[in-house]
């Protein structure tokens, strides 16, 4: 036990006197941590809309002022000429055009139907989607004033009594939502890049052969080199629940020992899964490349930004094999829902046999030869 008290007094060193290590590993993803969930906000507010008025009358005025009312739309321009609107479309303006056409008035009182025209660019089909869903429903409540204006007899109360009841996120803040994913993001790629550079930097040093005539085992090197950025992990860990509570209000509803030992826990696989990627390559180089590949597929099939549950079956079946999957749900559930050990015990599973599994190849896959 001697030999691996000095292995990790050196990596303690070796971390403390590196003047770019240290920065790198405790202020940047505190400095991620405030910036990236404002970038990575899906919350649709301020739409550019054009709004093609072919009739000019007291009713479409009323309905242009329901978009006036709200913050989700921000008019940019009201015309009476389709193709001019389409420009402002095409060249990145606006965002969607509603058309209102002509005897709009006179079509709405004499057969109490008619229709307007709605245009969006869907480019950005998540943006498209919620702000027609958006205007559809400004429209509907238009139509509803109009019905309780000209038949006050009707009791559309009675007939249509709508309670939405929004669990875990009862403001619907997307905030809610990516901040957690965020910190397990910033703790998988700090944790994971760091490690796979480990062990081939004493290789290019030169240093690997000092230590291999040591007495040291190989699972006495690996815990040595794994131990130092384990704590350092935890300490990102710790530092990014006080920001997702104190700056972005995020109340940590479940227990923080669930929390921890779930962190616990996926810090040590991605160690060891970074130890595994360095005893495979030859150079920094080589290292950086294999971990950038594996940390993307992490990151775009963990769920950080789309539902699991909504990819193809085979892109279903990998990110259940993905242990950021498994520590995201977990996070998020504790976090927001207050969810208990009994609830998340199959992540655990997933999370605790990808564990076993790097570290036992990264052990084996060390071969110390002098």
């Known amino acids: 036990m001697r030999v691996l008290f000095y292995i990790l007094r050196k990596e303690f060193v070796q971390i403390f006197r590196d003047r770019m290590m240290l920065p790198m590993l405790l202020f940047m993803p505190f400095l991620q941590l405030l910036i990236l969930p404002f970038a990575a906000d899906m919350d649709v507010r301020h739409l550019k809309i054009v709004i093609v008025d072919n009739d000019c ?63 969006a660019d869907a480019i950005n089909g998540v943006k498209a989607g919620l702000g027609t ?9 238009f139509n509803r004033n109009i019905i309780l204006e000209w038949s006050p007899d009707i009791n559309l109360s009675a007939a249509q009594d709508i309670r939405y009841s929004f669990w875990y996120n009862p403001n619907l803040r997307y905030k809610n939502f990516i901040v957690p994913a965020i910190l397990v993001l910033l703790v998988t790629v700090i944790s994971g890049f760091i490690s796979a550079l480990n062990i081939v930097s004493e290789k290019e040093k030169g240093t690997i052969e000092q230590i291999n005539v040591t007495p040291l085992k190989k699972w006495q090197f690996i815990i040595g080199k794994l131990l130092p950025f384990w704590f350092i992990g935890l300490f990102d860990f710790s530092l990014g629940l006080l920001i997702l509570h104190f700056v972005y209000n995020i109340p940590i509803v479940g227990s923080l020992s669930t929390l921890y030992l779930f962190a616990v826990v996926y810090i040590t696989g991605i160690l060891g899964f970074g130890l595994l990627i360095s005893t495979v390559s030859k150079t920094q180089q080589q290292s950086m490349f294999v971990a950038f590949f594996f940390i993307m597929i992490f990151i775009l099939m963990s769920g950080l930004f789309t539902n699991v549950e909504s990819m193809p079956p085979w892109a279903h079946t990998i990110s259940s094999l993905i242990p950021v999957t498994h520590f995201m749900h977990a996070v998020r559930a504790i976090v927001l829902k207050g969810s208990v050990f009994l609830d998340l015990w199959v992540d655990m599973v997933y999370i605790f046999c990808f564990d076993i599994v790097a570290i036992s190849a990264a052990v084996i896959n060390y071969h110390k030869t002098a």
């Open 57 to 119: 009358s007291p009713s479409s005025r009323s309905l242009i002022s329901k978009f006036t009312a709200s913050d989700l739309f921000e008019i940019y321009a009201v015309s009476n000429s389709y193709p001019q609107a389409l420009k402002s479309v095409e060249t990145d303006k606006a965002d969607i055009i509603l058309q209102i056409p002509h005897n709009f008035e006179r079509d709405l009182i004499r057969e109490g139907n008619v229709s307007v025209a709605v245009t």
């Open 133 to 141: 869903s958006y205007l559809s429903a400004i429209i509907q409540n």
